[in-house]
């Protein structure tokens, strides 16, 4: 299965965020995660192009996993 980003989707917040507007991207695992009793989703992306790394909330470095 597979995903991409919308090409509305505001390209510059997009680059900040290390994805790449109407790109594709393989869909590899998903998951529902409560904190504090409130639902997350998490998807599990990889870029077939082996370049960029997502770095928005989630992110490998992310204060939300020690949490």
């Known amino acids: ?5 919308k ?3 505001d390209e ?3 680059e900040q965020q290390g994805l ?3 790109h594709a991207y393989t ?4 998951a529902e995660i409560k904190i504090k009793g409130k639902e997350q989703r998490l998807v599990k992306l990889r870029n077939p192009w ?3 790394e997502w770095n ?3 992110s490998d470095n992310d204060k ?3 949490k």
Not at 1 to 5: I, P, R, T, Y
């Open 20 to 22: 790449v507007c109407g």
């Open 1 to 5: 299965m597979g995903c991409s980003v």
């Open 7 to 9: 090409d509305e989707y």
């Open 50 to 52: 082996g370049s960029g």
């Open 12 to 14: 510059d917040l997009a």
């Open 27 to 30: 869909l590899l695992a998903v």
């Open 56 to 58: 928005g909330n989630w």
């Open 64 to 66: 939300r996993w020690t």
